[in-house]
């Protein structure tokens, strides 16, 4: 009988390791539960992407919209290519300049550790909301429930920002990058917890080859000012020879 028990919970161990590897929105909901939620961060902001922001050391991941990647590029109106990724940035860095300091709410951790959380403008001026308005991000509905359909709608039809031309949905173009370097993985990149995510520092800056694990080396990429230099290819994957 003990031994059913112990298959029992080793199975269902299994089972919970899964289904928080492959479903970010479970990942994000567990992560509410861990401890009570940091008070809010308050700041001048240094712009890391369309949808990332750093403020005092801390990186910070908007809510519910998701941008271009800093190497992706979008076509314009014209059929040109165009480095959409770096002028999604470039508007926060204007938007976010007219009215300081940023404020952002938590509402939860991601899988790489990462402050998720919805920030405004000294003047109230809603940054997630804005962004997608000008259409230089994307609501994304896996995570938002369609919080700015509305902002997206408007930006569609006057055609402003990325609804110019043509263009990728930024989770896509991810996709598509880490089924290139798809042979270099060896497994799935994990959850980290927040106890986890807390243990690691951005000081010393670290090397591929001082870094001990796959999931370690993404939190250095996605918090730490230098962790983009883990990544020397540009497809989303930190120090490849660890995954």
């Known amino acids: 009988m003990r031994l059913v028990y112990v298959t029992i919970a080793a199975v269902a161990a299994l089972a ?38 750093e403020i005092r050391g801390q990186r910070i991941r908007f809510s519910g919209i998701d941008a271009p990647e800093a190497a992706q590029q979008c076509d ?11 002028k999604s940035a470039g508007a926060l860095d204007a938007f976010l300049a007219a009215s300081r300091p940023v404020r952002c709410t938590f509402v939860a951790w991601d899988r790489y ?40 709608a408007k930006a569609k039809a006057a055609k402003v920002g990325l609804w110019a031309g043509e263009f990728e949905a930024p989770w896509d173009w991810r996709a598509a990058q880490a089924d290139h370097a798809r042979p270099a993985l060896s497994q799935p990149l994990g959850i980290i917890s927040r106890q ?18 796959c999931d370690e080396a993404q939190w250095y990429r996605s918090n730490c000012a230098w962790g983009g230099k883990l990544d020397r290819d540009g497809d989303g994957v930190a120090c490849e020879t660890l995954c």
Not at 35 to 52: E, H, K, L, Q, W
Not at 76 to 86: H, L, P, V
């Open 113 to 152: 550790g990462r402050f998720v959380a919805d920030c405004s403008r000294a003047d109230g001026a809603s940054v997630a909301g804005w962004m997608v308005e000008q259409g230089q991000a994307l609501d994304w509905p896996r995570y938002s429930q369609g919080g700015y359909a509305g902002q997206q």
């Open 16 to 53: 919970t390791q899964y289904f928080l590897q492959r479903t970010d929105g479970f990942q994000e909901a567990v992560s509410k539960w861990i401890g009570p939620a940091p008070v809010p961060i308050a700041g001048v902001a240094s712009v890391i992407d369309g949808d990332t922001i």
């Open 196 to 213: 986890v995510a807390q243990s690691y520092s951005c000081q010393p800056r670290r090397k591929c080859s001082q870094i001990s694990s």
């Open 76 to 86: 314009d109106s014209k059929g040109f290519r165009y480095q959409c990724g770096a």
